[in-house]
C-alpha cells in the first residue's frame, strides 16, 4: 500500500511531517529539569537513594524527582544570594494598623492561644507577635514550591552547577563570587538535610510535597519552620491526626513548642526572652520588632 503522505501536495505532507515530530515530542516523558539550564536532578537523586541515615526507596525518589512539579527554581534561589535582611522594614509591624491586626488575632484565636498558655507556659502575646512578622498571619506564607528550593539548594554542591547558576543571580544586591561561593557550598549541605526533613515530614502526613509553598529559604507554614523543626518541634494542635503548619491551630501550638524548648518560661525576663526570640530567627531586628510589638500587646 502506498504511504498516504505521497497522495498529497507536498506542503501538506510537509506540515503533517511537522506536525507527527511535535506530537512525538510532547509525548516524552518530563525530568525534574529545567530546560532552559539543561540542568538534571540525577546526582541528587542518587545521593538521597544511596544515603542510609535518609532511608528512602529508589521507589520514593524516582517517583518525586519524575514529576515536573519539581524544578530547577532559579528565580527562588537567586534571591538567597541578593537578599539584605538589614534593609527590612520591620517598623511597619508597630504601625497601629498591624498592632490592631495582632489584637484581633488574639480574639479570634483565642481557644487555641489560651490553650498554648496552659500546656507550654508560652504568652499568646509572643506566638501573635511572631506570627505577625513572620507571615502577616498567613497572609504571606511564600510562593515558592519547597521541594524545588531545597533540591535546587542542595545540589549547588556541584561546582559546575554552582558555576552556572552564578551567571543567573541577578547583579543588583548579589553577594560577590567569593561569598556566594562560600554561602553556596555551605547552604548545600544545610539545604540537603532540610531536603531530607521535608520528604520525611511530606511523606509521613500523607502531603502532596508539590503543592507546598514557602519562603525562598524553604520555610513554611503561618509560623514558616524549616522542616527539619517541624520533624522535631511541629504539633498537631486542633488534633486532627495530621501537623498541617497551615492551620492556624497546629501552628500556634508549634510556635510555642519551639520556645519552650529554647527555654521560654512563664514570667521571663525581657533579657532573656529575646535570647529566646533569637533561636527563631537570627536576626537582631527581628529580635527587637517581636519584644516591641510584645510590649504593644500587653499595653
Known amino acids: 500500500m502506498r504511504n498516504v503522505l505521497t497522495l498529497l501536495p507536498d506542503k501538506f505532507s510537509s506540515l503533517i511531517n511537522v506536525i507527527l515530530i511535535i506530537l512525538m515530542v510532547a509525548a516524552i516523558p518530563m525530568t525534574a529539569y529545567s530546560a532552559d ?46 537578599h539584605q535582611e538589614g534593609k527590612l522594614n520591620y517598623d511597619q509591624f508597630l504601625s497601629s494598623k498591624s498592632i490592631k491586626k495582632a ?18 507556659g508560652v504568652d499568646k502575646e509572643v506566638i501573635t507577635a511572631i506570627m505577625l512578622v513572620e507571615t502577616r498571619f498567613g497572609a504571606y506564607v511564600g510562593n515558592r514550591p519547597v521541594i524545588s528550593i531545597l533540591s535546587t539548594m542542595a545540589v549547588l554542591e556541584d561546582k ?35 531536603l ?18 514557602g519562603s525562598y529559604a524553604g520555610a513554611m507554614g503561618l509560623c514558616q519552620f524549616m522542616p527539619s523543626n517541624i520533624v522535631i518541634l511541629a504539633e498537631d494542635g486542633n488534633k486532627d491526626g495530621i501537623v498541617n503548619l497551615f492551620h492556624h491551630a497546629d501552628a500556634i501550638a508549634s510556635i510555642a513548642n519551639y520556645l519552650k524548648h529554647y527555654g521560654w518560661k512563664p514570667g521571663i525576663s ?28 500587653k499595653t
Do not use: C
Not at 105 to 117: F, I, P, S, T, V
Not at 166 to 194: D, F, G, Q
Not at 196 to 213: H, L, R, S
Open 37 to 82: 539550564e539543561n540542568i538534571s536532578f540525577q546526582t541528587l537523586e542518587t545521593r538521597l537513594i544511596k544515603d542510609k541515615e535518609a532511608n528512602f526507596t529508589a521507589e520514593k525518589i524516582n517517583r518525586i524527582y519524575n514529576n515536573p512539579g519539581v524544578f530547577f527554581d532559579i528565580k527562588g534561589v537567586s534571591s538567597y544570594f541578593r
Open 103 to 120: 489584637n484581633d488575632y488574639m480574639r479570634a484565636h483565642h481557644a487555641d492561644l489560651l490553650k498554648a498558655e496552659m500546656d507550654y
Open 160 to 194: 559546575t552547577i554552582r558555576d552556572r547558576f552564578w551567571n543567573k543571580i541577578p547583579t543588583e544586591n548579589r553577594v560577590t563570587r567569593e561569598e556566594y561561593e562560600k554561602k553556596a557550598i555551605r547552604k548545600s549541605k544545610w539545604a540537603y538535610k532540610e
Open 196 to 213: 531530607i526533613a521535608f520528604i520525611t515530614y511530606v511523606e509521613k502526613e500523607g502531603m502532596d510535597p508539590y503543592n507546598i509553598n
Open 270 to 297: 525581657r533579657d532573656k526572652a529575646g535570647k529566646v526570640v533569637h533561636h527563631y530567627n537570627h536576626s537582631s531586628y527581628y529580635v527587637e520588632i517581636v519584644l516591641k510589638i510584645i510590649d504593644e500587646l
